[in-house]
Structures are given as structure tokens and as C-alpha cells.
């Protein structure tokens, strides 16, 4: 298993002749910067071909939460009052809800306001209006989202972008946890914002930026 890199680490491995069956591999362990991030998120905001998929893709980018853990969010477990997300888990107990809690950044809360000014109902934060353009899905009441179509949509928003090459919403959460660390956040906050539990855990999500690292070895070494 590749270490998690940089879009600009990946490039030139592929110059310098990987394989193909590694490009695969590679771009699964990509991270963003959080320039690349707010360029993403832009893009998104103009591609994207229903009103929930921005707010969803700016959730998982401020939040580092996983797939399933979006799907499972409920309008209530955002506290716009208290500046605080629930996370609704599934992994810390096999077979067992519990939840952590997040603060709520300030340019999250300007997409989730927008957003619940349109939101079609129901309990859950990401969900379709029950009248969806070419879709053969009767609904009668907005649901969530299933692990399928939300997997459909990051990849049909970003398919005709430069942002192709990111594999999917778990690209997010490398990101979110890379620059958490690359920006000295204590790793007992990245631990309780993100969930993370073992030290394996840790030693495979947390991975500071190359420019970071030579900062770093510059200022030991002068």
C-alpha cells in the first residue's frame, strides 16, 4: 500500500514511467492542499447537477467525515447555534452507533444555511426533492442517500474536470486529517474530530505536507 502523496509526488512518479496498473494505486492515496481544496470546491459548486452535492462535497472537506457517516447525518445533528456538528459513527463499536463532535467552520455553516433554505425535508442532511429530472426512482418522502449514488455523484460531478483523477470521498478525509497536521493541530483534536482510535490509525492517515517536512528540517538544520 502507498504512503498517502501529493498531487505533484504522483505526477512524477507517473512521468518517471510507473506502471499503469500503479496509477490506480496511486491516485487512491492522493491528499489536497487546502489551495487545492478551495479550488475543487469552486468547481464544484459550477459543475454539480443537483443542490445537495455542493454541501455534500463542502461536508466532507471541512468535516474529514467518511462516506457513510454524510449519509447517515440528520439536519438536527448540526448545531448552527453552538457552532457544532454530531457525526453519526458505525465503527467504533462493530455493530454500534455512536458519535463524535466536530466545530462547525465558518464556511461550512455559509453552504449549510444556503442549503437548508432548499432542502426538500425529512430528517436527513443530504437527500434528493422527490422529483429528480430522468430518474426512474418514485419517492414518496425525501430519503438519504444510498453508499451507490453517493459514490455516482462525486464521480459524475468531477468526471469532466481536472479533478478526475480523485478517486472518491475518502480523498476528502485524507485531506482534511493532512492538513490538520501539516498546520500543527494536536493530534488528541485531530483524534477526537475525526475518530480516529489505534495509533495505526494515525500513523496511516496522518502524513504532513514534503514542504512542511524540509520547513521543518531547515529550521533544526541552519
Sequence with gaps: MHPFQTWEEIERQIQNGVSELEHEDLWECLY????QIEKLL????RLASFP???????????????????IRSQVRDIDFENKVITIREKKRVRGKLS?????????LERVLRLWFKNHPGGPHTFCHHLKVARSITKRTEPIALTPDEAAHHFKHTLSESEWKVVRGWHCLRHSFIS?????GIDQRMIDEWVG?????????????????????MQMLFK
Design 42 to 45: 469552486k468547481d464544484v459548486e
Design 99 to 107: 458519535t463524535r463532535r466536530i466545530p462547525l467552520s465558518q464556511p
Design 179 to 183: 492538513n490538520c497536521a501539516s498546520k
Design 52 to 70: 445537495f452535492v455542493y454541501p455534500m462535497f463542502c461536508f466532507a472537506a471541512y468535516t474529514g467525515a467518511r462516506r457513510s457517516e454524510m
Design 196 to 216: 480516529h482510535t489505534t495509533e495505526a490509525m494515525r500513523r496511516r492517515y496522518r502524513h504532513l505536507f514534503p514542504s512542511s517536512q524540509k520547513d521543518a
Design 32 to 35: 489536497l492542499s487546502m489551495e
